[in-house]
């Protein structure tokens, strides 16, 4: 079956622009996850939705970052005002749901700002 | 502070040999235990886990061992083989409710001929 999808899959824009990333999960899964990885980093979590709700933001670095799942599948990671540090590769995840730990990845969208 | 340690930024192993990658972690509120390997311009891929409950688990060439007391983990790779030349990256989940997995910075395997 088809795997996580990400799109765009590279995206530059300018410091102070409005992005949007997209995440299409694995058919069936509940859960989503959204992470920020840096080079020469692991991937640092962000989000996590369960369904449609966000369980767990703890991991968004400001006001800046905002995500949503409106009907528990497709969720979309939006940037407002976007700076030079907002660069890096943006992976989203997803798996069964609680209880099922194993999340699967997509290929992640490479975000410049410049 | 990093919860999960990865302290080797690269490892180089002959073709056929075995190749071992360490992972430590300080949470020990950490209940489950992932591995990752990762191409470049690639997504993570995953690999082998184990639960907190377990000490070891296996699955074809890879194999994790968990050391609690240790707060240590190892996965082998035996025989290693020129695809399994990417970055792996240990993760875990857990600590303290948290739901997203906190991961280590990767190892660098390069598998040589």
């Known amino acids: 079956g088809a795997g996580v999808s990400q799109t765009p899959s590279n995206k530059v824009t300018e410091k102070g622009k409005y992005v949007e990333l997209r995440c299409d999960p694995i058919?069936?899964?509940?859960?989503l996850y959204w992470y920020r990885q840096s080079l020469g980093q692991g991937p640092e979590f962000l989000i996590y939705?369960?369904?449609?709700?966000?369980?767990?933001d703890s991991g968004l670095p400001n006001d800046r970052f905002f995500a949503v799942r409106p009907e528990g599948s497709v969720s979309t990671l939006k940037i407002q005002r976007t700076e030079r540090g907002d660069s890096a590769v943006y992976l989203c995840?997803?798996?069964?749901?609680?209880?099922?730990?194993?999340?699967?990845f997509g290929p992640g969208t490479r975000l410049l700002v410049l | 502070d990093q919860q999960v340690k990865q302290n080797s930024p690269s490892l180089s192993v002959q073709e056929g040999r075995i190749s071992i990658l360490n992972c430590d972690y300080t949470?020990?509120?950490?209940?489950?235990f992932l591995w990752y390997k990762k191409y470049p311009a690639e997504g993570p891929t995953f690999l082998i886990s184990?639960?907190?409950?377990?000490d070891k688990n296996e699955d074809g060439r890879f194999t994790v061992f968990l050391n609690k007391s240790a707060k240590h983990l190892s996965l082998h790779i035996v025989p290693s083989q020129p695809g399994d030349s990417a970055v792996y990256f240990c993760?875990?989940?857990?600590?303290?409710?948290?739901?997203?997995?906190?991961f280590g910075k990767g190892t660098h395997l390069i598998i040589q001929p």
């Open positions: 995840a997803s798996s069964l749901g609680r209880g099922q730990e194993t999340q699967y």
């Open positions: 058919s069936g899964h509940t859960a």
């Open positions: 939705f369960q369904g449609t709700g966000a369980a767990d």
């Open positions: 949470n020990s509120m950490f209940d489950y």
């Open positions: 184990i639960s907190s409950i377990k």
């Open positions: 993760a875990a989940k857990g600590g303290g409710g948290a739901d997203g997995l906190t």
